[in-house]
């Protein structure tokens, strides 16, 4: 418990620090968001807002992280150097897209075939991994029910889709000020308590298996903390945006602890807001295309249909979060259930 406080006030304390150091040099490098042009109307004045504050997530989660790694590491097998490496390897594609949009000022970044072979090979790499560790394997736990459902060869084909899935539903949900970084420090303090349940619901488990799901908790309060330093200065109105670089790296973080976790069914719950961000672009352009031009939402992703339907950008974020803590909270008590 003690390494979990730590990897939480060193992740704090590291954004607070960098904060005032990167973002003028953001701004004066002109790495400004480009506000895309079909969004709400109201978001054209954070035209040129620095953008890739995402790079500090990125240091400091995975510096705090490994520095209050338990006692010792586990090579291949180590839970902490899988979620460093996925979480790094999903931001890249995110940086690359930012790259492009600050530099060749393309609001659109990388073209989406670009930015799903990317994915592909990351998911299906960390697919694999899971796979084949001696700790996760082929079945998944089912909350609430006390169960495990094999999975067998298909394992990897949906995992490696719900990797693709979860990294983009992240990025799609980074669209108003504070609203990712909200969501996601909240989200993380419950994955540490799936992960402290774990051991605790651990029939004969070795040093390993205890140490790998305690650096599955380090890591989640790693990420809260680097979410709640961030949110100083990504609140409304936004100093600074994380952009892809660090939406992504989120996402990767996010489906890396479910997935080691073998509790892919709780993203439904303590990753909700992520999933219905997704589901309702996808609605929305079915739909628009089978009724040729109506749409169901005024705008999706569906936070800003309800921008647009007179919700401030403060008072979407206030109730996104508190639909997060209500699911994780519920999410905790399914794997309670499974626990003991």
Known sequence: MQRMILALILSVAGVLVLGPRIIPVLRKLKFGQTIYELGPKSHKAKQGTPTMGGVMLVAVAIIAALLCHP???????????????????????????????????RSLGLTAIQKIIGQVVIAVAFAFYCYYHPMVGSKVMIPFFNAEWDLGVFYIPLMTLLVIFMTNSANLQDGIDGILSSVTAIGSIAWGGVALLSIASTVAATQMTNDNFYSIAIFAMALTGVCIGF??????????????????????????????????????????????????????RYYYKATHGKRIFKMSPIHHHFELSGMTEKQVVLMYACVTAVLSFIALIGANLFAF
């Open 231 to 284: 949110l100083r200065y990504n609140r409304y109105p936004a100093q600074v945006f994380m952009g892809d670089t660090g939406s992504m790296f989120i996402g990767g973080a996010t489906v890396g602890m479910a997935m080691l976790l073998r509790q892919p069914f709780l993203l439904l719950l303590i990753s909700f807001t992520m999933v219905a961000s997704s589901l309702s672009v996808i609605i929305q």
């Open 71 to 105: 006692k010792a590491f586990y090579g291949v097998e180590d839970f902490m150097l899988a979620l460093c490496l996925l979480s790094f390897l999903t931001m890249l594609v995110g940086f690359a897209d930012d790259y492009i949009k600050v530099v060749k000022k």
